[in-house]
C-alpha cells in the first residue's frame, strides 16, 4: 500500500505561480517498486486529465496544453513528486491529483486531491 499526501493548491492570480507537492509513504517494499508518478487534474463538470508524469529515470511527459508553463520533477530520495506551475490561467484550475504507480504488482493510488484556483 502506497499513501499519497498532496499539498501546495490555492488561490492565485492569473499569470502567477504555485508549486505543488506530493509525498509518498508506505512500507519500504512498496515504495522501491514505485515506478511512474504524476499529476492529473479535473475542472469543474470535466472528466480528469493526464497534466504530467515522470518515470523513475526522470523522462518527463507534459501535455501541451501546459507545456512550458508547468514543469515535473521528483526526488526519490524523498519518495516526493512535484509540479512547478507558472503562467497560470484561469482554465488551470481544477483539482490536481497525485498519481503513483508501482510494480510488481502493477497498481496505482491516487491521493485525495488539491484544489488550484486561477483567479482572472
Known amino acids: 500500500q502506497v499513501q499519497l499526501v498532496e499539498s501546495g493548491g490555492g488561490l492565485v492570480q492569473a499569470g502567477g505561480s504555485l508549486r505543488l507537492s506530493c509525498a509518498a509513504s508506505?512500507?519500504?517494499?512498496?515504495?522501491?517498486?514505485?515506478?511512474?508518478m504524476g499529476w492529473y487534474r479535473q475542472a469543474p463538470g470535466k472528466q480528469r486529465e493526464l497534466v504530467a508524469t515522470?518515470?523513475?529515470?526522470?523522462?518527463?511527459n507534459i501535455v501541451e496544453s501546459v507545456k512550458g508553463r508547468f514543469a515535473i520533477s521528483r526526488d526519490n530520495s524523498k519518495s516526493t513528486v512535484y509540479l512547478q506551475m507558472n503562467s497560470l490561467k484561469p482554465e488551470d484550475t481544477g483539482v490536481y491529483y497525485c498519481?503513483?504507480?508501482?510494480?510488481?504488482?502493477?497498481?496505482?493510488?491516487w491521493g485525495k486531491g488539491t484544489l488550484v484556483t486561477v483567479s482572472s
Open positions: 498519481n503513483v504507480a508501482t510494480w510488481p504488482p502493477n497498481l496505482n493510488y
Open positions: 508506505g512500507s519500504i517494499s512498496s515504495i522501491s517498486r514505485i515506478t511512474a
Open positions: 515522470v518515470t523513475s529515470g526522470g523522462n518527463t
